[in-house]
Each structure stands twice: as C-alpha cells, then as structure tokens.
C-alpha cells in the first residue's frame, strides 16, 4: 500500500477552479455590457471627445475586473490571487478578441498590453481581497 499523489486535476481544482473563473467572467461582462451600453448613449448625445474613449473602457475593466475575481475567489481556498489574476486576463483576453473581430482591427500594442498588465493586477487585488471575504 503506496502513499498516492495527488492527481494534476485536483491540484488544479485547489489552486484554479474553473467553474468560478467562468461564473467570474459572466460577471464582469454583465458588469461591463451595461457600462459600455450607457457610455455609447453618452458618446451619441453628448459632444464628448471620442479620444478619451479609452479612460471609459479602462474603468469599466477595473471595475468588473475587481468585482469578478473577488467572486470568484471568496470560497477559493488559496492561491486567491493567482484565481483573481487569471479572470483579470482572461477577460481582457476576450474583450480584445471581441473588438478586433467587431473592429477587424488585430494588433497588440502598447495599449493592449497596458490592459493586459492592468487586468492582470487588478485581478490579483481583487483575489487577495475576494479570499478575505470569508
């Protein structure tokens, strides 16, 4: 009678639980699509430059960013802020493929990355602070 390891998939499931970073994403983008909805009002009624365009998408990814990890980490065990970093970039990630397929416009750039490292602290914040919750 040997001392069994655990597998690779439960040592996932402790540190990265799948089923929450997706319940996670859910939730930034239901976060986010009222906010992108009510700023394109404001950018149709209103003589608001469209320049700053990018300020209004950066806070409504900190936003949902923030309120999506902590969810998905509040019943994590540990490793909040690697679950929290993971939904950060991961939502980035689509919400670029979602505009560059709208857009036709690929290109990764200093922007992008810039939302990709922001997402990406945002999240472990909102890891850290999501595990505390309990």
Request: aromatic share 12%.
């Amino acid at each position: 009678m040997g001392v069994q390891t655990p597998g690779i998939k439960k040592t996932l499931d402790e540190h990265i639980n799948l089923l929450r970073v997706v319940k996670g994403l859910m939730i930034a983008f239901l976060i986010t699509l009222p906010c992108f909805l009510g700023f394109a009002l404001f950018l149709t009624y209103t003589d608001f430059p469209e320049k700053h365009t990018y300020i209004a998408v950066l806070i409504t990814t900190v936003l949902s960013v923030l309120v999506a990890s902590a969810y998905s980490t509040k019943n994590v065990k540990s490793k909040g802020w690697m679950n929290g970093c993971f939904v950060g970039i991961l939502y980035v990630a689509l919400l670029y493929i979602a505009s560059s397929l709208v857009f036709l416009n690929f290109k990764v750039d200093v922007q992008v990355m810039l939302s990709v490292v922001i997402g990406a602290i945002v999240g472990c914040l909102g890891g850290i602070f999501g595990i505390n919750l309990r």
